[in-house]
């Protein structure tokens, strides 16, 4: 369904009037295919690329270098609504990516409006079936976002972008702006539309509890690059890189009198726009030789896993 084939996006600027120009490898050379139906889960700290991959996936940033394929047919050649019709976002507050001033009505039909000609009726009557596919009644369609609970607003956004029956949808952080108990609901909501429309989502957290949840593979990114991919079940079980295993061990529990833990990380945070030699990851692993300094693991492919670290296996 998806084929990302050596992607890299870059962006040029500077912090300040009189500072030396700086380069942000935001994303620095991602691969990666994924069938359809299938979910795969990105995770990874604030800046390491998360995002911005997923708005190349959209079409809405072009590959600095690269190419994207969808269904065998490269992004880049697609138009802007042959494009929206194979796919969408799910963004992650639903209050600020729903135009407050128009009806429930008129937000989740936009996509079909900007399609073209369609019958008003017609189009009226797919925006009521998809409310009531995302569990929304009748009587909403007439609403103003303001009038909506989170988890209703987003149930709208999650309707907008089915409207059209895209077969991919990026979800870029989709539940976090939401109470945890409405976070299950729409977990649960987006894993029935997946089987009921055959969807095939990329999903994009911070949470690794939700990625766990929901998806068949994860990616973990660091630093623009994935330095672990495998099955869900294989990453959560047994995590070969140690930035993953650190990923892992800095969840929070809930159990009174266990301390924030000490996942062994240091002070030093990374910088996209200054990235060390050898191994990315090396200045704040516990486990970095000097071949890890010197040297840069590309992909190491083992036991249908791919891990980017010199030390594993």
């Known amino acids: 369904m998806i084929e990302v084939r050596n992607v890299f996006r870059h962006f040029a600027g500077r912090t300040g009037m009189f500072s030396a120009d700086r380069t942000v490898r935001a994303v620095d050379g991602v691969s990666f295919s994924l069938e359809s139906g299938g979910v795969l889960g990105i995770v990874g700290e604030s800046g390491c690329g998360k995002s911005t991959l997923g ?164 990616a973990v990114m660091y630093l623009g690059r994935f330095v672990e991919h495998a099955p869900s079940e294989d990453v959560f079980r047994e995590p070969r890189h140690p930035y993953t295993r650190a990923l892992l061990a800095s969840v929070l529990t809930a159990e009174p009198g266990i301390p924030i833990p000490d996942v062994g990380l240091g002070d030093t945070y990374p910088d996209p726009a200054n990235i060390p030699p050898g191994c990315r990851f090396h200045p704040r692993c516990p486990m970095a030789t000097d071949r890890c300094r010197g040297e840069t693991p590309f992909g190491m492919a083992r036991d249908g896993r791919t891990t980017e670290c010199l030390l594993d296996g």
């Open 55 to 218: 708005r190349m996936i959209l079409g809405l940033l072009p590959p600095s270098a690269g190419e994207i394929l969808v269904e065998g047919r490269s992004l880049a050649d697609l138009d802007r609504r042959e494009r929206a019709r194979l796919i969408q976002p799910v963004f992650q507050d639903p209050f600020s990516s729903l135009n407050p001033r128009q009806r429930v009505h008129d937000i989740v039909g936009l996509p079909l409006t900007a399609q073209g000609a369609l019958p008003a009726t017609r189009q009226r009557e797919l925006v009521m079936d998809m409310l009531i596919r995302v569990g929304l009644p009748a009587e909403m369609a007439d609403r103003f976002p303001a009038q909506l609970s989170g988890g209703q607003r987003q149930r709208v956004a999650i309707a907008r972008a089915l409207v059209l029956r895209p077969r991919i949808v990026v979800c870029d952080e989709p539940t976090s702006a939401l109470d945890v108990s409405v976070q299950a609901q729409i977990l649960n909501l987006l894993a029935d539309l997946r089987r009921e429309l055959g969807l095939t989502y990329v999903f994009i957290s911070h949470n690794l509890a939700v990625v766990e949840h929901v998806a068949t593979e994860v």
